[in-house]
């Protein structure tokens, strides 16, 4: 008899031993309460950086899209919206990682996850995107600004008044120079003009009968052009990339957590 209770008390501490003992929710440095605050937080400064993206979005459509018609391309644009999608998805993405975390619905973590993901790769695609156009824009607008300009203007609306809000801000004539706009279709309509009133130095009606250099601007605008359109990609740019570090730490501490909720609940 002794010997069968000490076959049956062994037999049943063998099987104690294979059963592996439940994790609590602070079994280790990086328990699960550990991670939703340190989330928490990451989702007040995702909603700030959100705000701070989309500032630069709109800004960029609301002032500084003047030129755009100018544009050859419509990647500076689209630049711009990128980063107002990213901005936009702040509010709702943080209100879906609040919801998780405080109810540590895996279904929800799982979709905060992969929005953060897609919000990365909106900012990474917005910063690399203006990064490769600041490079490609000189030789975009040295081969085609030009032609836009004698082209269009006076033809199109948009063109005919970003080149002449163009020329009064820079103090400039032309794409390159002056002398280009008497071989335009512009000019040919009416020859007595011989620039627009825009290249004046004092802007009055019909003034671009009169190219002296103490009328009219002599040099063209292309170059000025060029670099304000580079001086804001690069702070584009800079928002972009700097921006996607972000999400990525909210990403990598929702996976953590998704796991050990997962094993927790297993």
């Avoid at 002032?63 to 990213?86: D, F, M, N, W």
């Avoid at 040099?219 to 001086?231: A, E, M, S, V």
């Amino acid at each position: 008899m002794a010997e069968d209770k000490n076959k049956d008390g062994n037999a049943l501490l063998a099987k104690k031993k294979k059963v592996k003992p439940r994790k609590s929710r602070d079994a280790d440095c990086c328990s699960i309460n550990f991670l939703k605050c340190v989330l928490h937080i990451f989702n007040v400064v995702f909603l700030f950086a959100g705000a701070g993206v989309l500032a630069v979005g709109a800004w960029t459509v609301s002032y500084r899209h003047r030129y755009v018609s100018l544009l050859p391309t419509p990647t500076y644009p689209a630049i711009a919206y990128l980063l107002i999608i990213a901005g936009a998805m702040g509010v709702p993405l943080c209100a879906l990682g609040c919801c998780g975390l405080k109810t540590e619905n895996r279904t929800s973590l799982l979709c905060y996850t992969y929005f953060l993901l897609i919000t990365f790769i909106l900012e990474v695609g917005a910063g690399g995107l203006a990064y490769y156009y600041e490079v490609a824009v000189e030789d975009e607008l040295t081969a085609e600004l030009n032609n836009t300009f004698l082209s269009n203007y006076a033809l199109d609306t948009a063109i005919t008044n970003a080149v002449d809000r163009m020329q009064i801000e820079f103090k400039c004539c032309g794409a390159v120079r002056y002398g280009d706009w008497r071989h335009s279709p512009w000019h040919e309509h009416d020859p007595r003009l011989l620039v627009p009133d825009s290249c004046c130095k004092t802007v009055t009606n019909r003034c671009g009968a009169r190219d002296h250099p103490s009328n009219i601007y002599y040099h063209g605008c292309i170059r000025q052009f060029t670099n304000h359109i580079r001086d804001h990609l690069i702070i584009l740019a800079a928002v972009g990339v700097g921006m996607a570090v972000i999400p990525i730490f909210g990403f990598l501490f929702a996976c953590v957590l998704y796991v050990k909720i997962k094993h927790v609940i297993d």
